[in-house]
Each structure stands twice: as structure tokens, then as C-alpha cells.
């Protein structure tokens, strides 16, 4: 596949690596380190315990949850594409009384921040899922992850998370339903995305996790087909990273007082800091994962690592860090 390994190799650093302090700070959240996993791209976080200790993540945000459980999209809804990868998942799920019954417990004893992704098809339902999650509150939920940027239902997501007036609406209506800090999941598909990061924060959001897939396409040229059956889905993966980069670049310089979970093509310590020196408090691993089952494992090593060869003790003290080319 698209994968790659960090090329620098830095062995001269003066501070031990097992010495540096992960620890950061989301808003009102306390994370023991800011590598996370994306919704969407660790289902329900069990799936994956064999392959690695979800103990030692920073946390992870679920598989988006609705109202009522959800099927999803017919097949095909993958395609590997240039550095990337394109879905039409559909946002299938258990919905919202099968996970706070079947789901939750699990995740409860996990000891990690956990951010419960949700959805709606429509104004209504996204506040009944907010009503309903906020049962989950001292049971193992720590926030809610409000996606209005999925591109790949016919109905919400990204009417939602396009539009700042009704952004603001729908993250003020969902805040009013629930005491739980939620964070709201931004698209890339919009001219303005500071615009979009400031009226939800002006609402009451905690924070803003960004960014979501592209809305892409590929085609079959022998069957004259489109390679997913709802023509359009979802580009994640490296290929969307530099994009990423610059969003949350955008969004920290004008809303520094808005926390970002940064996400986009992270599959390195080296990405990881980027994205914090961009702006960025902590971030999500997504496609990585399919790939690479325990990448977060790997890159949370990486980044300890890394952190230490550039001479700091603290990953904190590297966010909005980044310096203009002609710094001395």
C-alpha cells in the first residue's frame, strides 16, 4: 500500500525519551498523550484489542452513532486510490441504545478519553442522539464528536456543516440536550473554514476535530462505472494531509483559544508533529489503521522519540509552535 516510514533518524538526542511528558490538554479534557484513533476507522475500539494495549492511547473517538441503527451503503464503498484511500461507508452503526448497552461498558474500563462520534439525518435527530448519549456521562463517555461534515449520506451531514448559521444552530440546540464538552467535526468541502470553526465555537463547542474526508471519485474505465456504488464517497490518507495541515494552520492562527484535534493522513510521529506544530492539541489516526492495525502504537514510540531529539520534555510545549521560513 501508501505507507510510509519516517525518514529522519535522530539517535543524538540529550533528553531520554521514557523522560517526556505526553500529557495534554483538550479544553476541559485531560489527555495522558495526543495520539488518538479517528471515528469511523477503529469501529467500537474492541476490534482491535487484540492487535494492540488500547490502554496506551491517548484516546479514541467510536464509529458514529445515530438514533436508530443504520445498514449503510450498498457495496462496493471502498477503493484504494493514489495515496489514499475513497469510502461510501454510509455511517452503518448498532445506533444509540445498542451502544450506551453493548458498546460503552467495554470502553469504560479502558482508562482513556473517549469521544463518542455522532449524527443525524436531520436537525432533530442529531439532538435526540446528543439527548440520549448524555445517559453516557460518568459511565465512560468524556465528549461528544459532532460530525456535520460526512459526505457520503443523501441526507445531513454535510448540509450542516457547511453552512456557519446553521452549524451554530444545530452545535447550540445539541449543547442545550447534554453537559457533556462537545467537539465538532469540521469538513474540508467549504470556501470558508474559519468561518465555519468560529461559529461553532461561538455556540459552545469545546473544541473542533479537522478535518474530515474530500469528497472524491474514481472510475472504472473497462465497465465505464463509477468504483463505489454511490458514485461519491470520502478521500482519506495521506494524500489529504498537506490540506489538513493547512486548515488547522488557518483555524489556530485565528481562533487560538479554540482547541483542535488535528486529523488528515497521520501515519508518523513526524505527522503527529506537524499537525501540533500547525496548531493542533492532540490527533486522530483513521486510514492508517486499516493498514496497520497498531499504528498508533508505533507513532505514539515515534513521537516520544522525536519529541526528545528536538530537545523537549514536554508535547505540549511543541503546539503553535511553528516558525516562518525566514526565522532565524
Not at 450498498?74 to 461507508?89: D, K, V
Not at 453493548?102 to 478519553?113: E, F, I, N, Q, T
Not at 468504483?227 to 482519506?236: E, N
Amino acid at each position: 500500500m501508501f505507507w510510509r516510514r519516517d525518514a529522519w533518524v535522530m539517535n543524538d538526542a540529550t533528553i531520554d525519551p521514557n523522560a517526556v511528558d505526553l500529557a495534554v490538554r483538550f479544553g476541559p479534557l485531560e489527555l495522558t498523550n495526543p495520539v488518538m484513533t479517528a471515528a469511523g476507522c477503529f469501529a467500537y475500539g474492541q476490534e482491535f484489542a487484540a492487535f494492540m494495549d488500547l490502554r496506551a492511547l491517548g484516546g479514541l473517538s467510536t464509529k458514529g452513532i445515530s438514533p436508530t441503527p443504520r445498514a449503510g451503503n450498498p457495496p462496493p464503498r471502498i477503493h484504494e486510490s493514489a495515496s489514499g484511500m475513497l469510502n461510501s461507508i454510509g455511517l452503518e452503526n448498532v445506533g444509540l441504545e445498542a451502544f450506551l448497552a453493548d458498546k460503552l461498558p467495554y470502553l469504560a474500563d479502558l482508562g482513556v478519553s473517549v469521544w463518542v462520534n455522532f449524527f443525524g439525518t436531520d436537525f432533530d435527530d442529531y439532538v435526540r442522539c446528543a439527548s440520549g448519549l448524555e445517559r453516557g456521562r460518568g459511565r465512560g463517555i468524556s465528549a461528544l464528536e459532532m460530525n456535520i461534515s460526512c459526505p457520503n449520506v443523501t441526507k445531513g451531514g454535510i448540509e450542516f456543516g457547511t453552512v456557519p448559521a446553521v452549524a451554530h444552530r444545530l452545535t447550540r440546540a445539541c449543547g442545550e440536550v447534554t453537559d457533556l464538552p462537545i467537539v465538532v467535526k469540521l469538513t474540508p468541502n467549504v470556501g470558508d473554514i474559519v468561518g465555519m470553526a468560529q461559529a461553532v465555537h461561538e455556540a459552545g463547542a469545546a473544541g473542533v476535530s479537522m478535518i474530515n474526508t474530500l469528497a472524491g471519485m474514481a472510475i472504472d474505465v473497462r465497465t465505464r462505472r463509477p468504483r463505489l456504488a454511490s458514485t461519491y464517497g470520502g478521500l482519506s490518507g495521506p494524500a489529504i494531509k498537506p490540506v489538513a495541515l493547512r486548515m488547522v494552520h488557518q483555524v489556530a492562527r485565528a481562533l487560538p483559544e479554540l482547541p483542535i484535534c488535528g486529523l488528515g493522513g497521520i501515519s508518523t510521529g513526524a505527522d503527529v508533529v506537524e499537525f501540533l506544530l500547525a496548531g493542533a492539541t492532540c490527533v486522530q489516526l483513521g486510514t492508517a489503521n486499516f493498514a496497520e492495525p497498531a499504528a498508533g502504537i508505533r507513532v505514539l514510540h515515534e513521537l516520544r522519540r522525536l519529541v526528545a531529539a528536538l530537545g523537549e520534555r514536554r508535547v505540549r510545549d511543541l503546539v503553535g509552535t511553528l516558525r516562518p521560513v525566514d526565522a532565524d
